[in-house]
């Protein structure tokens, strides 16, 4: 059972659009972690989330974490081919005992 | 944030061969992991190095296939063993650290196994 679910599994887009990204589960998470990973690295941290309905902002990137700690969705405007990547979200349970990842969503930015 | 390298970087090694995995940290910590990304996958967790006592292995995941050692709190190996191309993947390493309440994981380059 995949206790973290992220959709879409793959997306591809044109340089400028806007996209967003879900992370979905049924269990609530302490904080919630999301990851890009590029092909031949290992996964970067972008953001953790801690409170329900907090919103992060990394220049084009929105990361909002749900009311209830239990998703996450990430924003990004104007992509760029620099995007391009595998991005994970991660959930943590118990204040740091056991992470739990997500399956992944593996984005290609089209110049 | 944590400084973390891994050494091979990639190989490409015979079936039946057993291969061992540095992961170095610039810093002591507490928690650290190993986790086997296979081609187009995410992650998935084979065990926490623990410092000073056996590791903690997740489920489909042995000993005698995966040993880990956890010398100090800056290093850890992990090998795999008698290699078959099903072992083929990144194996990546990765420590905890904590702000307060907050757990978050830094990771590896990785390392990239092709068994022939």
């Known amino acids: 059972t995949q206790l973290l679910e992220q959709s879409p599994q793959f997306l591809s887009i044109q340089e400028g659009e806007n996209l967003t990204v879900y992370c979905n589960s049924s269990s609530v998470f302490s904080s919630l972690q999301w990851y890009r990973q590029e092909p031949g690295e290992g996964p970067v941290l972008l953001v953790t989330?801690?409170?329900?309905?907090e919103v992060k902002k990394l220049k084009r990137l929105t990361f909002q974490f749900g009311d209830a700690r239990k998703d996450s969705s990430l924003h990004i405007t104007a992509a760029q081919p620099g995007d391009t990547g595998l991005y994970l979200c991660a959930g943590a349970q118990d204040y740091g005992q056991n992470f739990v990842f997500g399956p992944g969503t593996r984005l290609s930015v089209l110049p | 944030s944590a400084v973390i390298s891994q050494k091979p970087s990639r190989d490409i090694c015979q079936r039946g061969t057993s291969l061992t995995i540095q992961c170095q940290v610039d810093s002591q910590v507490t928690m650290m992991f190993w986790y086997r990304q296979q081609p187009g996958q995410s992650l998935t967790l084979i065990a926490t190095?623990?410092?000073?006592?056996?590791?903690?292995?997740e489920s489909g995941f042995v000993i005698d296939k995966f040993p880990i050692s956890r010398p100090n709190l800056t290093f850890s190996t992990l090998t795999v063993s008698n290699m078959s191309p099903e072992d083929s993947s990144i194996y990546l390493c990765?420590?905890?650290?904590?702000?307060?309440?907050?757990?978050?994981?830094?990771f590896g380059p990785g390392t990239r196994l092709t068994v022939l």
């Open positions: 990765s420590v905890e650290l904590t702000s307060g309440s907050v757990y978050e994981q830094f």
């Open positions: 989330v801690v409170t329900g309905g």
């Open positions: 190095a623990n410092q000073g006592s056996e590791a903690t292995y």
